[in-house]
């Protein structure tokens, strides 16, 4: 296919801003989530190539800078969407510690750490402690670094919520549509896929990710209504609805940023 509309001109927008647009817009279009159909289904014409045409030669090398830029941002795009569509049985919080380790191994200038439950209860995070216990699914605190500016320079800290499935706890929720709480660790998605977008760029910023991963589910472990916990930030909680999780999570994230 070749594309022509990157030659229309936009108002305060240069050939580069509308090559690196059109490509993100391309692959979200051919974006497909199949990886966990049995039987995928063939595409009988599938695009091989996509040519973007510029008005003129001397936009060349803009162009294809502006084409790779918009590939990362989509890639990290693609990640996100791939993490947010698996189940809860896969995407687990392990899952997700796996995939920051494998990105780490893949772009070199991100470093990955994979802190797990004996690690959290360390750290004293009894706020994220309290949600995940009721699941055996155990937690992980994912703390992802790019550091590519000065060291002076103070780093931009994405905080990401990751419950990879929610039930409410103890709280739990309506069963229609509790399928979609799957989704409920779509905050870390995003971050996992803006670190993928960031390191494929080779952006020159300091940038920091923390993802609070774990599932909460209703058990006898579970936090009941009405239970008190101390965050690592020393301040107690009193927990008056389990399926309140993500502030409880994300609070020690944050205090984890002042250590």
């Known amino acids: 296919a070749v594309v022509y509309i990157t030659e229309e001109k936009v ?37 091989r190539k ?15 800078v502006a084409a790779a830029r918009g590939l990362a941002i989509a890639h990290g795009m693609d990640l996100a969407r791939d993490l947010g569509n698996l189940p809860g049985n896969v995407c687990t919080p392990k899952y ?6 494998a990105m780490a191994e893949e772009f070199p200038d991100v470093k990955a750490t994979v802190l797990e439950r ?17 699941s055996e699914e155990p937690p992980r605190f994912i703390v992802l670094e790019y550091e590519q500016a000065a060291k002076k320079q103070k780093p931009i800290v994405i905080v990401g919520k990751g419950i990879t499935f ?19 660790m779509c905050g870390a998605a995003s971050v996992l896929g803006t670190f993928r977008a960031i390191a494929e760029l080779g952006s020159k910023i300091n940038l920091v990710g923390l993802v609070p991963a774990c ?45």
């Open 50 to 64: 996509l040519t973007l045409s510029v008005p003129q030669r001397s936009d060349l090398t803009a162009g294809e």
């Open 118 to 134: 004996k690690d959290i209860e360390a750290l004293g995070m009894g706020s994220f402690l309290s949600v995940t216990n009721g």
């Open 96 to 101: 997700l510690g796996e995939r920051a380790l």
């Open 215 to 259: 599932e909460n589910m209703p058990s006898g472990h579970a936090t009941k209504p009405g239970d008190i916990v101390t965050s690592m930030s020393g301040q107690t909680v009193e927990v008056l609805n389990p399926d309140a999780e993500g502030r409880l999570i994300l609070a020690d994230a944050l205090a984890y940023l002042t250590e």
């Open 11 to 47: 108002k305060r927008r240069e050939v580069a801003w509308r090559i690196e647009h059109a490509v993100v817009v391309a692959m979200e279009a051919v974006y497909r989530f199949d990886q966990m159909k049995s039987e995928k289904s063939e595409v009988r014409r599938p695009l």
């Open 166 to 184: 929610d039930t409410g706890g103890i709280s739990i929720k309506p069963s229609a549509d509790m399928d979609q709480m799957k989704f409920d």
